[in-house]
């Protein structure tokens, strides 16, 4: 199905949503769940414009110029309202989420849709998401609510079963580089590099291309991961205790810690599939002399646990401790 939402690679979420709102079978919640930076927040606010667009005619909305699609754009519109994560912690806490249900409950200033954005819901402790239950179980006719979270592995089972779950998967890397080289006027060679490294997450690639400073931090982080195979388990346990002093900026770096793990488990498993990190498919090379499919299996699934977990009240030092430990290596340190 054809569309017009400025959403890219999520082609099967957004003629899903399009039947909904066609065939007037709209749910009072969704839960859209993908990794980040693949697009979450952009199919929601789309998705929130194309509920109130004010285009006659139903199969152009969104059309991106209305006054409300401008203000939706904005995040200054009163009908759509969207909720923070405490810039400390990185939960959403239960004060964030009892006043969005307060606001829902209210009838719309000017629109068709009081629509709700909630991202990282997945970080709520439950009892934040039970204070969002009632507007479940009894929501206003008029009331769409867009829970965002990178898994459903937190969420209590009660919020799921009443939410439409819509699975947003990492976008090809063509489709990522389509996009670079038509809306940022990329260059071939720099749009394939950067598609590459993205790992299919559209965001993060937008944002890599017009800011250098991304791209550094992604080579610093894999040095670093590449730098933990030679360490000793106390350089380890030294490196948990350094990375668990900022947690906001730890999500990032396992995300692209994943990203490798994954290369080099595909490449031990000589699979036909392309590294995300091309740049890097020396070291990996070099890396397969002493790791094989297996260790690459327990690294990527240890890094996979600390990122779903993290949403979670742990002692995250010792977590860090938990994974580095899970990494290859320490064999050959301890024989030296």
Same mark, same amino acid.
């Given at each position: 199905m054809a569309h017009n939402w400025p959403v890219y690679g999520h082609d099967g979420a957004v003629d899903f949503l399009v039947r909904g709102m066609t065939n007037g079978r709209l749910r009072h919640a969704y839960l859209i769940v993908g990794a980040p930076s693949t697009g979450k927040r952009t199919l929601a606010r789309t998705f929130a414009m194309a509920l109130n667009c004010e285009d006659a005619d139903p199969a152009r909305r969104p059309c991106g110029e209305c006054r409300t699609c401008k203000l939706i754009t904005s995040g200054n519109h009163p009908d759509v309202m969207t909720t923070e994560t405490d810039p400390s912690t990185g939960a959403l806490k239960i004060e964030a989420i009892r006043g969005i249900t307060s606001r829902i409950a209210m009838k719309p200033y000017q629109a068709r849709s009081r629509v709700a954005i909630l991202p990282d819901? +997945?970080? @709520?402790?439950?009892?934040a998401q +039970? @204070?969002?239950?009632?507007?479940? /179980? /009894? *929501? *206003? +006719?008029? @009331?769409?609510l867009v829970l965002l979270a990178a898994s459903t592995e937190s969420i209590l089972p009660t919020i799921l079963s009443r939410s439409q779950i819509v699975q947003l998967r990492p976008a090809a890397a063509s489709v990522v580089r389509e996009v670079l080289v038509q809306r940022l006027g990329l260059g071939s060679e720099q749009a394939d590099s950067i598609s590459r490294f993205s790992g299919g997450r559209v965001g993060w690639a937008l944002r890599a291309a017009q800011d250098e400073s991304i791209l550094q931090a992604r080579a610093e982080a894999l040095d670093l991961l590449e730098s933990i195979i030679g360490m000793t388990r106390g350089q380890r346990f030294s490196l948990a205790d350094k990375l668990s002093n900022d947690k906001a900026a730890l999500a990032e770096r396992l995300e692209l810690w994943l990203t490798y793990w994954r290369d080099v488990l595909l490449q031990a498993e000589g699979t036909p599939v392309k590294v995300c990190n091309v740049d890097r498919r020396a070291a990996i090379e070099r890396l397969l002399y002493t790791v094989d499919s297996d260790q690459a299996r327990a690294a990527l699934h240890a890094t996979r646990a600390l990122l779903d977990r993290l949403s979670y009240n742990i002692n995250l030092r010792l977590a860090l401790e938990v994974m580095l430990l899970d990494y290859p290596g320490l064999e050959v340190t301890a024989a030296r």
């Open positions: 819901f +997945d970080h @709520a402790q439950p009892r +039970d @204070a969002l239950l009632k507007t479940l /179980e /009894e *929501p *206003p +006719d008029y @009331a769409v």
